[in-house]
C-alpha cells in the first residue's frame, strides 16, 4: 500500500479495512454484509450504539450533548447551523471568524439566513489568527462561528478563540477532530465530516448541546433539523449506514490504540518533524503559516523560496510520487505542498517524508 498524505477522504488505519474486510459479506454472523441490512434491524442499532457510545468515550461528550450521524457534508452544516441557530437571539446575527476557505465558504452560506458579523479583518492571504485586538465580535449575536482547522490553508486554532461565554460557539473540526483533547462543553455545536480523521465520506457528525435543539427556522428542511435528528437517534431517515458502521470501527480502534492522548503525541510528532525541516531550511521550504497558528494536520508549504518554484514542486512530487508517497500536492487554490497528516497516517510515513524532505533540499537547494 502507498503512504497516503491526502487532505481528504484520506487514509484509514490498515487494521480498520481489514477488519471491514473480513466481516464484508457477513457481518456478525447475520449472514449480510452491513450495506444489505435493515437501518431499523437490532443489528444496526447495536453499531449505531456502539459507535455513539464510543465517540462519547473517547472524547468525555457531558450528558447533555446529542451525538447526530447526518448526510450532506461540511457543506450541509453550513446551511444547517445557521438555519439551526441564526434565531437564538432577536438580532438574526452570528459572529464568523474567516480563517481560510472552510470558514469563508461557511460565512458565505450563513449570509442566507440572517446577518454575518466578520470578526477578524478582511483578507486574501490566510496565515493565522490575527490579534485579538483586531477583532470585532458582537454582544448580540446568536452563535460564534469558527473553523478549528482550515484544510486548504493549513491553519489551526490551537484553542477555540475567547468570547463571552453566554454566546454559544460553534466550531467545524472536520479536519482536526479526534486529535487533540477538547473540553466538549466549551462548545454548543461542534461537527465534522468524517472523510479525514474518521472514515469514509458521507457520514456528517455533529454534537450538540441540547437546550440549541428546537430553535430553527421554520422553513428548515426536516433533514437539517437538529431537533427532529436527535428526536429520531438519527434514524429519521435513512442514515448512511454503512459509512456509520465504518466510522465506528475507527472509534473502536482508536480507543485500543490509546485514545486521544495518543493521537495529540503523534499529531505533534509527525508534524514538528516536517515543521523542523522547513523551519531549519534557509527558505528552501516555506510555510507561509504564522509558527502560532500552524496546522498539525495539514502542512501546507512551498519549495524554491515563499513564492514557490513551480517546476522544483512538480520535480517533487513525482519523486514522491516514485518512493510511493502520494496525494502531496498542495490545494489548486494556493499551490505548493500540502502533507496531510491525520490520526490513521503512522509516525513512519511522516519520517520517511522528512528524510526525503532533507534529501531533496540536499539535491536541489542552494
Ligand atoms: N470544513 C472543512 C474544514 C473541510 O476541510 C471541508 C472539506 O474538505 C469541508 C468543511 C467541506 O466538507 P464537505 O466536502 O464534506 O462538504
Given amino acids: 500500500r502507498k503512504l497516503n498524505f491526502a487532505a481528504g477522504p484520506s487514509a484509514l488505519p490498515l487494521d480498520v479495512l481489514q477488519k471491514a474486510q473480513s466481516e464484508m459479506l457477513n457481518f456478525n454472523g447475520t449472514g449480510i454484509s452491513v450495506m444489505e441490512m435493515s437501518h431499523r434491524s437490532a443489528d444496526f442499532t447495536e453499531i449505531l450504539t456502539q459507535a455513539i457510545n464510543n465517540l462519547q468515550d473517547l472524547l ?43 470558514s469563508q465558504k461557511a460565512a458565505k452560506e450563513a449570509e442566507k439566513y440572517g446577518k454575518v458579523n466578520y470578526v477578524l479583518p478582511h483578507t486574501k492571504q490566510f496565515k493565522g489568527v490575527p490579534h485579538v ?8 449575536a446568536s452563535y460564534i462561528y469558527y473553523c478549528a482547522n482550515e484544510t486548504v490553508h493549513g491553519v489551526e486554532f490551537q484553542e477555540p478563540p475567547s468570547h463571552n461565554p453566554d454566546i454559544p460557539i460553534v466550531a467545524d473540526m472536520s479536519s482536526n477532530i479526534l486529535s487533540k483533547e477538547l473540553d466538549i462543553s466549551k462548545y454548543g455545536v461542534i461537527y465534522f465530516g468524517a472523510q479525514k480523521n474518521v472514515g469514509p465520506a458521507g457520514v456528517t457528525v455533529v454534537i450538540i448541546r441540547e437546550d440549541l435543539l ?153
Avoid at 485586538?133 to 448580540?140: A, K, M, S
Avoid at 502531496?328 to 519520517?351: C, D, M, Q, T, W
Wanted: aromatic letters at 10%; glycine letters at 8%; proline letters at 3%.
Fill in 60 to 102: 468525555d461528550i457531558p450528558s447533555n450533548y446529542k451525538v447526530l450521524f447526518v448526510q450532506g457534508g461540511g457543506t450541509g452544516q453550513f446551511a444547517a447551523v445557521a438555519m439551526n441557530l441564526m434565531r437564538l437571539k432577536p438580532n438574526h446575527s452570528a459572529d464568523y471568524f474567516v480563517t481560510g476557505t472552510w
Fill in 133 to 140: 485586538n483586531h477583532w470585532n465580535l458582537d454582544n448580540d
Fill in 214 to 366: 428546537g430553535r430553527a427556522m421554520p422553513s428548515t428542511p426536516a433533514v437539517l433539523d437538529y431537533k427532529i435528528l436527535a428526536a429520531n437517534n438519527s434514524l429519521y431517515n435513512t442514515p448512511p449506514c454503512y459509512g456509520i458502521y465504518m466510522c465506528g470501527l475507527v472509534f473502536e480502534w482508536l480507543k485500543t490504540h490509546g485514545g486521544i492522548e495518543t493521537t495529540a503525541e503523534k499529531s505533534n510528532l509527525k508534524s514538528s518533524a516536517l515543521y523542523d525541516i522547513i523551519d531549519n531550511s534557509n527558505e528552501f521550504y516555506h510555510c507561509a503559516v504564522d509558527k502560532e497558528h500552524r496546522s498539525r494536520m495539514n502542512v501546507t508549504f512551498r519549495i524554491g523560496g515563499s513564492n514557490g518554484n513551480e517546476n522544483l514542486e512538480k520535480k517533487f512530487l513525482e519523486e514522491a510520487q516514485n518512493l510511493h508517497m502520494i496525494q502531496l500536492k498542495g490545494h489548486r487554490s494556493v499551490g505548493g505542498i500540502r502533507a496531510s497528516l491525520y490520526n490513521a497516517v503512522p509516525v513512519e510515513h511522516a519520517l520517511k517524508l522528512a528524510d526525503f524532505m532533507k534529501d531533496f533540499q540536499r539535491r536541489f537547494g542552494e
